[in-house]
């Protein structure tokens, strides 16, 4: 158990013993730097409980924890706040018992309820953007927290390979293309679709201002552009199993995927099960039927089948068209149910999609809560804002979007420029050079993007990403190096366990950083709970800020006494072990020299 629930415990043990009420739950805090003491218990909550003046409240519970819990040193009171000193010794035997863990922080996994999180989830007619990066670096560091906080987890995407937007692509190639292909013009697959989509859209426009030349009015203009009409009819064809069109579908869709898994290796994600819109689209349909028999949709003289949210404060929504067709929500509706067909253990599903699908993800949780789904009652929508940059906004149809692979060949370069004029790489190969540049240029990108709560909108500034100073990736990175440094010129045997009694009192810098490891089990929970990799960024960056101040007012190699040389040594490599750890919940690595 760590402080705060051995604490936790005593304190409800001390308002019963001296008031007579059973209190639900204690609140905690860190203890502010200017008073005395380690954690700090808040009476305020208490009062709905315990009447009386919060001073005196705070002084009884104070001291009979004192008489009563061995960890408990001392203790003060300020206003509403018990301020609590825990001794040495706790701490101390703490470290000792996580040392040699080498999965400290982390439960194993149990093979019930498996979360599922989908994220990535692109189209097929362009390559990933800015936009992908923040969504595949949410959803894949939320599936390692989840993981490492005890729960089975399977990754997965739903990819978007059907429907009007990958027939312009293919269009495009026909019309413009004159059989280009990934090998011929040496792109990667997903830009020379992306390329067509681009074209598509200026020859579409091209053909719009030529009929409103014409005389045409704008709107039918729109709406009936050969080339668009065009388009429409290649879906049609698709639908009804035509050989040729279903052929290129399938060619120009595999240029796609390669190139979705260049992109997926560079940053350094992963999945467990694709999932594909083709072969879900007509999905759903029968659980509209069994809805319409249980009464949980309604049919409207037109045929056309609903769903009434009023009363939950949403609308009217339709699940299928009156000619019978789906809707995304019918489909949605289908694929989750699918979901949980194919993998029987799946307890809950996490959804990382953009904000602007809020309203949407509402409808078909509360959609499948009707139906009765159990695990429906666990289903959550990652929502993240967008991806801002100071140039502004990305426009896909106008090609004006951040490549992913472009990005993060930028941050490579950068982390480059900067690394050269920082020097001390002159012992470096060029390889080796490179492989740190890149570990650099993503590590900065996913921290900066990581570190902000998901549903904050970001304005993505590179260079500031990569500064090696401040709460940013290369400055813990940095840091880790710094610790490996300790450890190689360490020409000692530090394996060996110290004393309390050897050891004497700890240095206030010793225990500020021993407080900030006990916490990590604690952050990883509250992170998954929360589904927020901002709690183990920042988490990340208070455990580097106390391992600096550390470092710059105690001695490591330094120290003259055998035992606390030995236990400083320890403590730094326990430091870089958990700074790896949280980093790899990130999706982040870190260099042993830099």
Not at 238 to 251: I, N, R, T, Y
Not at 313 to 338: C, F, H, N, P, W
């Amino acid at each position: 158990m760590n402080i705060q629930e051995v604490l936790t415990t005593k304190v409800k043990e001390a308002v019963n013993s001296v008031y007579k009420v059973e209190l639900p739950s204690v609140e905690f805090q860190p203890t502010r730097k200017d008073f005395a003491g380690d954690i700090t218990a808040v009476i305020f909550p208490m009062l709905r409980f315990v009447k009386g003046n919060p001073v005196q409240i705070g002084e009884q519970i104070g001291q009979f924890l004192k008489d009563n819990v061995a960890e408990v040193e001392d203790f003060n009171v300020v206003k509403g706040f018990l301020n609590i000193t825990i001794n040495d010794s706790f701490y101390l035997n703490f470290f000792n018992g996580i040392k040699d863990v080498s999965d400290y922080g982390f439960v194993s996994a149990q093979e019930d309820n498996a979360i599922m999180v989908e994220y990535s989830s692109p189209n097929t007619n362009k390559p990933l953007h800015l936009g992908h990066v923040r969504n595949n670096l949410l959803g894949y560091s939320v599936a390692e927290i989840i993981k490492a906080s005890g729960k089975k987890v399977y990754k997965t995407q739903i990819i978007n390979d059907r429907g009007i937007h990958i027939c312009k692509s293919m269009l495009a190639w026909q019309r413009f293309g004159n059989g280009e292909t990934p090998e011929s013009t040496g792109l990667k697959g997903d830009k020379l679709v992306g390329n067509y989509y681009v074209a598509f859209d200026k020859a579409y426009k091209e053909e719009i201002a030529a009929m409103i030349a014409d005389g045409v009015d704008k709107k039918v203009a729109e709406k009936e552009a050969p080339l668009l009409l065009e388009a429409q009819e290649m879906l049609r064809k698709w639908e009804a199993g035509d050989e040729e069109v279903v052929s290129l579908w399938k060619k120009m869709n595999q240029w796609v995927y390669n190139g979705f898994e260049v992109s997926y290796n560079n940053l350094g994600v992963d999945f467990d099960q694709y999932y594909y819109e083709s072969d879900t689209y007509l999905l759903g349909k029968d659980v509209v039927e069994e809805g319409l028999e249980k009464g949980v949709f309604y049919r409207k003289e037109d045929s056309s089948v609903w769903i009434d949210l009023t009363e939950e404060g949403l609308d009217e929504k339709i699940v299928l068209r009156s000619d019978g067709t789906a809707v995304y929500m019918t489909q949605d509706i289908g694929t989750a149910i699918q979901r949980v067909k194919d993998n029987p253990d799946i307890g809950g599903m996490v959804y990382t999609v953009g904000n602007e699908q809020d309203y949407h993800f509402k409808v078909l949780f509360l959609i499948l809560k009707k139906l009765g789904f159990v695990w429906a009652e666990k289903l959550y929508h990652l929502s993240y804002g967008m991806v801002d940059l100071p140039s502004g906004k990305m426009k896909s149809r106008e090609g004006t979007v951040v490549d992913a692979d472009d990005l993060m060949e930028d941050m490579t370069r950068t982390a480059a420029e900067i690394s050269e004029e920082l020097g001390k790489l002159d012992d470096y190969s060029d390889a080796e050079k490179q492989e740190l540049y890149k570990m650099i240029g993503l590590g900065a990108l996913k921290y900066y993007i990581l570190k902000v709560d998901p549903k904050k909108r970001i304005l993505f500034n590179p260079e500031e990403s990569v500064d090696f100073q401040g709460n940013t990736g290369p400055f813990i990175q940095y840091t880790y190096a710094r610790i490996q440094s300790i450890i190689r010129k360490a020409d000692f045997d530090f394996s060996q366990e110290v004393s309390n009694q050897e050891l004497g009192q700890l240095h206030e810098k010793e225990k500020e950083l021993l407080k900030q490891l006990e916490q990590y089990p604690v952050t990883i929970q509250l992170a998954a709970e929360n589904f927020s990799p901002a709690l183990i960024a920042n988490y990340t960056y208070d455990l580097v800020k106390e391992f600096n101040s550390f470092y710059q007012n105690v001695s490591i190699l330094g120290e003259t006494e055998a035992s606390k040389k030995i236990f400083r040594v320890q403590l730094a490599k326990k430091v870089g072990e958990v700074i790896q750890s949280a980093f790899s919940l990130l999706g982040i690595q870190v260099p042993e020299r830099m």
